[in-house]
């Protein structure tokens, strides 16, 4: 089993950057699909981005497709999501998660704890 820690949230104004940090343990994580998922009050945690275990395909989210980057570096556990232009909309907390592509799309198996990221207008 991996266990998943982020950190990197915070409060920022519409326009700023921030990135996320998911700090990974265990021995699948080189194997896993790594995502980030949001979840902002009142409603059901979202599907933000995917990167497979080799950096090779990511996908993601319409809504932060050209704004948001995920990154993962494999040699220190680490999956990384840059967050550029942000916007008021993009408050949530956010979740790292880590699982596998089936046929039904990317499904994770273990989460993170979340951390909040609030954008100011």
């Known amino acids: 089993q991996v266990q998943l820690v982020e950190s990197g949230g915070g409060l920022v104004q519409a326009g700023d950057s921030l990135r996320l940090s998911c700090a990974a343990s265990?021995?699948?994580?080189?194997?896993?699909?790594m995502g980030w998922f949001r979840q902002a009050p009142g409603k059901e945690r979202d599907f933000v981005a995917v990167v497979n275990w080799s950096s090779v395909w990511t996908y993601y989210a319409d809504s932060v497709k050209g704004r948001f980057t995920i990154s993962r570096d494999n040699a220190k556990n680490m999956v990384y999501l840059q967050m550029n232009n942000l916007k008021p909309e993009d408050r949530a907390v956010y979740y790292c998660a880590g699982g596998g592509l089936y046929s039904s799309g990317y499904r994770p198996d273990y989460w993170g704890q979340g951390t909040q990221v609030t954008v100011s207008s």
């Open positions: 265990g021995r699948t994580f080189s194997r896993s699909y």
